[in-house]
């Protein structure tokens, strides 16, 4: 039988680490100067355009930017400029387009819009002679290197730092510049703390949701998209704060969570929907720091709550090759998927 450590998910998932540690130092430069003309002319507000896993990492990238920097944030659909050709008011503002292969017509005809409509065109890409990295104003490279399993995983991390080391430089945050020297080191010392209970209990579970709050709910949009690709299960990624707004409806005994958290203000609140749910007979999973317990998923309690949702999905990814495995599948090849979707 073939185990997680066989598959190129896992592998690639390993070098994450490596990979922060090599653009944390070749980006440093580049982003200083970047924060420098941003806190010159700062934007009027950020507008982000993405899709699949780079969608979620601007969904994190959204509550990053407007806790530490104040800056309104909105999230716009590639659709606009390449189905209905429709002109946005973008004068004044910051795009961030976020792409791994840099490729898709779809976000190129964004992104081109956007500059001729007036913003500032920054592309977070992993691909640096991808046609996204020549079109932007500024580009910076995620230094991911290949990926050849179908499921992202160290380009998606790589992301989220780029766009915590952006803004560490931008608002001169001595704590972000501090949380990120230590994050590969962090990202190893997680890595070691393996969430079995997950892959033994999702094995043969037909569904899921998923349930984060603030920084870590692009993080549950970004699991459940995997276990969607790599496990053949259908999983939801919820807000603690819009559960019991409909799909509370759903959930009875059996019924499975996991439930991601950080220790910031929205930890209280969302462990106390995740105790309304085990009352009501739920299979809860937990993924705190220091949890524990039978369906705990420890998460170190000595970093910062920004930082948790990082360590969060690079310990998910292990587990869902794992569970991919033990559902008889393959998770470097899920049907009917391609490595570059191309969208029109």
């Known amino acids: 039988m073939i185990s997680p450590s066989d598959t190129l998910m896992y592998h690639e998932t390993a070098e994450t680490a490596a990979v922060i540690e090599r653009a ?8 200083a100067a970047l924060g420098q003309q941003l806190r010159a002319q700062p934007p009027r507000f950020i507008v982000t355009c993405a899709r699949g896993s780079s969608d979620h990492a601007a969904t994190y990238a959204k509550y990053v930017f407007e806790t530490h920097l104040g800056l309104a944030t909105a999230s716009a659909s590639p659709a606009i400029a390449s189905i ?22 779809d976000l190129l005809r964004s992104a081109q819009a956007a500059r001729e409509a007036g913003a500032h065109v920054l592309a977070l890409v992993n691909v640096e002679n991808s046609p996204l990295a020549r079109l932007a104003d500024t580009f910076i490279p995620l230094h991911a290197g290949p ?4 499921a992202a995983t160290k380009s998606y991390l790589a992301t989220l ?13 001595a704590s972000l510049h501090e949380a990120l020297t230590r994050l590969p080191t962090d990202l190893q010392r ?27 709910f692009g993080t549950a949009l970004e699991a ?3 276990l969607k690709e790599t496990c053949g299960l259908h999983a939801e990624a919820f807000s603690a704060a819009e559960l019991k707004h409909g799909p509370m ?3 009875n005994k059996g019924f499975p969570l996991l439930f991601l958290v950080q220790n910031d203000a929205s930890m209280a609140s969302t462990l106390g929907v995740a105790k309304e749910m085990l009352a009501r007979g739920a299979r809860t999973f937990i993924a705190a720091p220091s949890a524990c317990g039978v369906d705990a998923l420890p998460l170190p ?18 587990a869902a090759c794992a569970l991919s495995l033990l559902r008889g599948h393959n998770p470097d090849l899920p049907p009917h998927l391609n490595k570059i979707t191309e969208t029109v």
């Open 161 to 173: 730092v780029a766009v915590l080391q952006l803004v560490a430089h931008w608002s001169h945050d």
């Open 147 to 150: 990926e050849l399993s179908v």
């Open 24 to 31: 944390l130092a070749h980006n440093a430069a580049r982003l």
């Open 190 to 216: 997680a890595w070691h703390t393996h969430w079995d209970a997950l892959a033994g209990g999702l094995r043969e579970a037909h569904q899921l949701f998923i349930i984060g709050r603030g920084y870590g």
């Open 249 to 251: 409806a759903l959930i």
């Open 84 to 105: 209905y050709e429709a002109r946005l008011k973008l004068d004044g503002a910051l795009f961030i387009a976020i792409s791994q292969s840099g490729k898709s017509p």
């Open 301 to 318: 309690d000595d970093v910062a709550p920004v930082v948790t949702p990082l360590l969060a999905i690079h310990n998910f990814y292990r």
């Open 224 to 226: 459940a998209l995997k």
